[in-house]
C-alpha cells in the first residue's frame, strides 16, 4: 500500500509539472503533503518529516542565491563583456572560427549558470555574422547550446544543485569530481563546434558552385522586425520551467546587426574594477574548489566583497541585491519545496517501499552498471523530464534501488548531470530557456533538436568516459 500511495505521489507530481497546471512549488510540496495525510501520519510526523527535509536543502538552496546574486553583480559591472567582445572579433570570416568561438562565447557568457542569460549574449552577438556568411542558423543553436550544456555542469547551474538536494551532501562533493569530465567536455564541445564549421564551409562552397542541394533550408521568416519560427509563427518563450533562468515571456525583438553584446546599464559598468573583479572570481571559484569552507559560505562572502567593491551606498547595493535575488527565489523555493517532498517521502517510508518494488522487478544482470546505464540515457532523458521532475521524482527512486544492490547514490547524481537538463537543457522542451535559444536563432524547434541532439549525447557519453576513466563513476559495481 505506501508503495502505490508512492509511486501515485511521483506520478502526479510529474504529470503536474509535464502540464505546467501549477507552480512547481505546489507540486512539489502540496501532492506529498496530502499524500502524507492519506498514509496516516498525524500533524506532529508530517511536521517532523518536513522539518527534516529542509534541513537537508537549506544549504544548497542559499548556494544558489547566493551564486546567482554574485554573478549577476559581475556581469552588470562589465566583467564579462572584453572577453565577449574579444571572441566576436576573433570569429573572422572562417566557417570553422565562427563556430568554435560561437561555443566559446557560450561558455564564457555561461558562468553564471543562466541559460537565458548565455542565449541573450551569444545568439544576438553570432547572428550577423552567421547571416553575412550565410552560415545555417541550426548551427548556430547548436554550438551555442553545446557551450551552455556543457558549463551548467557548474553547482550554480540547476542540475547539480538538484542532486545535491536529492542526495544531501554539498553541491561540491559532486562537482569537484567531475570537473577534468567537464573541462573535457568543453574541449569535446569545441571540436564538435570546429567539425560543423568544416561542414559549413564545405557546404557554402557547392552553393557557390551552384549546388542547389546543399542549400539549408531554415524554415524562417521574419514579419515586422519580430522573429517567426517555421510556419508556426513566433517561438513560445514561456518562463523557465527549470535552470533558474525565466525570460520574462514578451515577444523578442530581432537585434541589430552589430549590437555588442554589453550590460544592460551602462551606469552600471565599473571598467577601472575590472582586474579586481576578476581576481574576485579566480579566488572563488579557487575556494570552492578546494573546499576552504561550504558553497554557501563562499558565495555569500563574495556577494558581500562584490557590492562593497562596486556599488556604494545602500540604494545600489539594494538595487543589485533585488536584480537579481528576484529571479533566484523561484529556484529557491523550488529547492525548499523539494526539500518537503523528499522529506515526506523519506520520513513516511514511501521511498524504502517503492525502492524494494522496483528491485524486485529490476533484473539482477542490470543493477550493477545502473551509474553507467543512467549516464547513457541521460541527455535522451531531458526530452521527457524536466530538472525538477527528474532530480526530485526520478532520482530518488533510482538511488534507493541503487542501495538495494550497494550502489552509491552520489555516482548515480554524477552520472545523471554529466547530461539530464545540463548537456541536454538546450533540446529539452521541458526548460524555458530552450525557448528563448530557438526564438532568438528562429529555428523550427523540431529541426533544432533533430540537428543537436546526437552531438549533444556525443559530449555527454564522452564526458562520461572520462568520469570512469578517473574513476569518478563505476563501470560496474560489484
Avoid at 571540436?191 to 524554415?219: C, N, P, Q
Amino acid at each position: 500500500m505506501l508503495s502505490l500511495l508512492g509511486f501515485g505521489t511521483i506520478l502526479v507530481i510529474l504529470l503536474l509539472l509535464f502540464t505546467q497546471r501549477v507552480a512547481a512549488i505546489i507540486a512539489l510540496a502540496g501532492v506529498p503533503l496530502v499524500a502524507a495525510f492519506v498514509a496516516g501520519n498525524s500533524p506532529s510526523e508530517v511536521a517532523a518529516f518536513v522539518k527534516s527535509g529542509l534541513g537537508g536543502v537549506v544549504g544548497v538552496a542559499t548556494m544558489f542565491l547566493f551564486a546567482i546574486v554574485f554573478f549577476g553583480i559581475m556581469r552588470d559591472a562589465g566583467l564579462f563583456d572584453p572577453v565577449v567582445r574579444r571572441i566576436v572579433r576573433l570569429a573572422g570570416n572562417a566557417p570553422p572560427t565562427v563556430a568554435v568561438a560561437t561555443t566559446g562565447l557560450a561558455v564564457v557568457a555561461h558562468l553564471d549558470g543562466a541559460g537565458a542569460t548565455t542565449f541573450l549574449i551569444a545568439v544576438p552577438a553570432m547572428l550577423p555574422i552567421y547571416d553575412r556568411l550565410g552560415m545555417s542558423r541550426l548551427v548556430l543553436a547548436t554550438c551555442v547550446g553545446l557551450g551552455a550544456g556543457v558549463m551548467n555542469v557548474v553547482p550554480w547551474g540547476g542540475p547539480t544543485a538538484r542532486a545535491a538536494a536529492t542526495v544531501g551532501v554539498d553541491a561540491n562533493e559532486l562537482w569537484v569530481p567531475l570537473i577534468p569530465a567537464q573541462i573535457a567536455g568543453v574541449v569535446f564541445a569545441l571540436a564538435v563546434a570546429y567539425y560543423l564549421g568544416r561542414r559549413e564551409r564545405t557546404r557554402l562552397a557547392k552553393v557557390a558552385d551552384g549546388d542547389a542541394s546543399a542549400v539549408v533550408e531554415e524554415s524562417t521568416a521574419r514579419v515586422g522586425g519580430r522573429i517567426a519560427v517555421g510556419s508556426g509563427g513566433p517561438a513560445p518563450v514561456p518562463p523557465s520551467a527549470g535552470n533558474g533562468d525565466a525570460p520574462d515571456g514578451t515577444e523578442l525583438d530581432t537585434p541589430a546587426p552589430n549590437d555588442a553584446p554589453a550590460s544592460g546599464d551602462p551606469d552600471l559598468l565599473r571598467p577601472k574594477l575590472l582586474w579586481v573583479n576578476a581576481a574576485l572570481v579566480l579566488v572563488t571559484l579557487g575556494a570552492l574548489v578546494a573546499a576552504v569552507a561550504p558553497p554557501e559560505m563562499c558565495f555569500l562572502i563574495a556577494s558581500i566583497l562584490a557590492l562593497l567593491i562596486n556599488y556604494r551606498g545602500m540604494k545600489a547595493q539594494q538595487a543589485r541585491v533585488e536584480a537579481h535575488s528576484v529571479g533566484a527565489m523561484l529556484m529557491v523555493g523550488t529547492l525548499l519545496a523539494a526539500g518537503v517532498l523528499l522529506g515526506v517521502l523519506d520520513g513516511s517510508g514511501m521511498i524504502e517501499a517503492m525502492a524494494v518494488s522496483a528491485a524486485n522487478v529490476v533484473p539482477d544482470g542490470v543493477t550493477p552498471a545502473l551509474p553507467l546505464i543512467v549516464g547513457v540515457l541521460a541527455v535522451p532523458m531531458s526530452l521527457i523530464f524536466g530538472p525538477d521532475a527528474y532530480y526530485f521524482g526520478v532520482l530518488p527512486v533510482l538511488i534507493e534501488v541503487g542501495d538495494q544492490f550497494g550502489i552509491s547514490a552520489t555516482h548515480l547524481a554524477q552520472a545523471s548531470i554529466l547530461g539530464e537538463e545540463t548537456v541536454g537543457f538546450p533540446i529539452s522542451p521541458m526548460t524555458g530557456a530552450f525557448y528563448l535559444l530557438v526564438g532568438l536563432a528562429s529555428v523550427d524547434i523540431g529541426k533544432h533538436i533533430r540537428h543537436m541532439i546526437g552531438w549533444a549525447w556525443l559530449v555527454s557519453i564522452g564526458m562520461l568516459g572520462v568520469a570512469m576513466l578517473t574513476g569518478v563513476i563505476p563501470v560496474w559495481v560489484s
